[in-house]
Each structure stands twice: as structure tokens, then as C-alpha cells.
């Protein structure tokens, strides 16, 4: 039996993007500031630059664009 998802899903945000809308649509989700977002992949990036560029990747490509 499927159930359908009722609460507030992690999207991509297509208005307020520099890239694909990942770190906006996480920070949104978190009620954060993008800023804060992006300086924390950034610094992810620098630490882990593979595990974090493949992750930003996947996210961009799987994650749902918000409709609204």
C-alpha cells in the first residue's frame, strides 16, 4: 500500500540558485541561511573533494524542483 509523503520534502530551489538550487533547497528545508549552507559545502568540498562533489552530483540530479 503506498502512502503519500505529507510533510515538507527537500527541493531544489530554482530562485534563489547559483548552481543547481541544492544548498538553497537544503537550507530552506532546515530553515537556515544559505550562506551557511553553501560555506559548509564548500568547506566539504575542500576536505573531501570527491565524496563531496559526487554527493553534490547525485543531489542535483535527484533531487525534485519545487513547483511553487
Do not use: Q, W
Not at 510533510?7 to 537556515?32: E, F
Amino acid at each position: 500500500m503506498k502512502e503519500k509523503y505529507v510533510g515538507n520534502p527537500i527541493t531544489k530551489d530554482l530562485l534563489n540558485r547559483k548552481l543547481s538550487g541544492v544548498c538553497a533547497g537544503i537550507a530552506k528545508h532546515y530553515n537556515m541561511p544559505i550562506i551557511t549552507v553553501r560555506v559548509l559545502s564548500v568547506i566539504l568540498g575542500i576536505l573531501f573533494p570527491l565524496p563531496a562533489v559526487f554527493a553534490y552530483l547525485l543531489a542535483a540530479f535527484l533531487m525534485p524542483t519545487n513547483r511553487y
